[in-house]
């Protein structure tokens, strides 16, 4: 067992595929039919060669480490040791699409999919849950919004199957409440952004979890809050974009009625002491971060029906100025008086941007 760990703390040598031959085999990696005593010591090692040396990952794929994981995952199940440490293992290698078609043939998102089930079957869930739908977003990455190699795919019948076998799971975790499933819960957004196709469905049944998860994270007052907050505003961008259904209920969760906005006039720095959660997604409109400035005033411009003038009262001319240049819009700051001071503001914004 030592000895197996010490070949597991490989940097980067001309022994490394070795090793990765010899953590395979003892692993049951390989496809061979030998059972070793340390075949799941063998197998947490192979999770740090495989991270650590990059040429290990295509000796592990020519030997069809891929397709022995997908069977092991699916023989042993979401209860088995070694779920975990195959389940990392495959997050690494999927960061390359073209492995992930290489498995999509095997069944493997339904695969995953039975194993988050089982992941989830206690009110506490079991440790591998979180890599599994980092697997699922692998798997599904290629319907989504942020994939951009060779166009996105269609999903197939089997893929929207798979998708209602995942909402229950997905509204589960979402419901869970204490700190500790902030990342999980963040997971599950990474894959609910990759189904396009059921952006109204995610918002009639989610959006009120969703929401409360935006709020958590901007209640956090993160130095950076990035990591956390992109992908929320991402998901929800798209859902409005892409859905009009879906555009309706967030606007009249996220924004004041417009029946209220109409009357406002518009001003440089927007209304003072707005409460709504646009309001506070104001404050990300000119932060460093350019995906929170852009996902933020997307979102709320979009959720504005984009009506450049309602935009502009809600928003203000300076949190909105990069959207609105952008948007072709700069017309409306001639109904901003002393017009003087608002060219002059909209000089030092577009600079500054």
Not at 13 to 32: A, V
Not at 184 to 199: D, W
Not at 284 to 308: F, P, R, V, W
Request: aromatic share 6%.
């Amino acid at each position: 067992g030592r000895s197996i760990r010490c070949r597991g703390k490989v940097k980067r040598s001309p022994s490394d595929l070795q090793t990765t031959r010899f953590l395979m085999k003892l692993g049951g990696l390989d496809g061979s039919s030998e059972r070793y005593q340390f075949v799941e010591e063998a197998r947490k090692c192979m999770v740090n060669v495989i991270i650590k040396v990059p040429a290990s990952q295509t000796v592990f794929c020519d030997a069809k480490g891929l397709q022995e994981s997908i069977r092991i995952i699916q023989t042993e199940g979401a209860k088995s040791p070694s779920c975990l440490p195959i389940a990392r293992m495959l997050i690494h290698l999927l960061m390359d699409q073209q492995r992930v078609e290489i498995i999509r043939p095997l069944g493997a998102t339904s695969i995953f999919t039975k194993v988050l089930e089982d992941c989830l079957e206690s009110n506490v869930p079991l440790p591998a849950t979180s890599d599994i739908l980092k697997l699922i977003f692998h798997m599904t990455l290629a319907f989504g919004p942020l994939f951009a190699i060779g166009g996105k795919r269609t999903p197939t019948s089997d893929d929207k199957e798979a998708f209602e076998r995942l909402f229950p799971c997905y509204q589960k975790i979402l419901n869970f409440s204490g700190n500790e499933f902030s990342g999980m819960k963040l997971s599950v957004v990474n894959c609910l952004a990759n189904a396009p196709f059921a952006y109204g469905k995610i918002a009639k049944e989610l959006s009120p979890q969703l929401i409360q998860f935006l709020v958590y994270h901007l209640d956090q007052k993160q130095e950076d809050p990035t990591g956390e907050l992109t992908p929320i505003l991402l998901l929800l961008t798209e859902m409005a974009q892409h859905d009009k259904g879906a555009r309706k209920i967030l606007s009249d969760v996220m924004l004041p009625p417009f029946s209220q906005i109409d009357t406002w006039d518009i001003t440089v720095e927007g209304p003072e002491n707005e409460t709504s959660l646009a309001g506070r997604l104001k404050e990300l409109m000119t932060h460093g971060n350019i995906a929170l400035k852009h996902y933020s005033q997307d979102l709320i411009y979009t959720l504005c029906d984009e009506d450049g003038d309602r935009f502009s009262k809600l928003c203000g001319l300076g949190p909105g100025a990069g959207l609105l240049q952008s948007k072709g819009l700069m017309n409306l700051f001639t109904k901003l008086k002393p017009k003087p001071r608002v060219e002059e503001v909209f000089k030092l914004k577009v600079q500054v941007e």
